[in-house]
């Protein structure tokens, strides 16, 4: 099939800790993993494999109003080709040919709060 990789998988893990009277704790941890692919329909030149990291955590307070977030992707900082797509040699009277291949951002750590009116 055109541009798919042989293999690709991934895998996750979940995990909440009730912190009682405070609310509760969410963890979470992912992987992803793909092989090389073609970036043409005629599977000519190739994207390199990928693996992206993921992490969170998530502190929910009690009431439900209240979630603190601390959380970072692709945490091994690898800068991605995106899809890579083939331009026309014209658009309309506009000469243009090449590729536009756009970039997956490298690490990224954020930070986030959330709050809901009316509780749970």
């Known amino acids: ?15 909440d800790l009730n912190l009682g009277q405070w609310g509760y704790l969410s963890t979470r941890i992912n992987y992803a993993y793909r092989d090389r692919s073609a970036y043409t329909d005629s599977n000519l030149g190739f994207i390199l494999e990928q693996g992206i990291l993921d992490a969170g955590f998530d502190f929910h307070s009690s009431s439900g109003r209240w979630v603190f977030s601390l959380y970072g992707r692709n945490l091994q900082g690898d800068v991605k080709h995106g899809g890579d797509t083939q331009l026309p040699d014209v658009i309309g009277p506009v000469g243009t040919g090449g590729t536009f291949s756009p970039l997956a951002k490298g690490r990224v750590i954020g930070v986030e709060v959330t709050f809901r009116t009316g509780g749970n």
Do not use: V
Request: no cysteine.
């Open 1 to 15: 099939m055109p541009r798919a990789a042989e293999l690709t998988w991934s895998l996750g893990f979940n995990h």
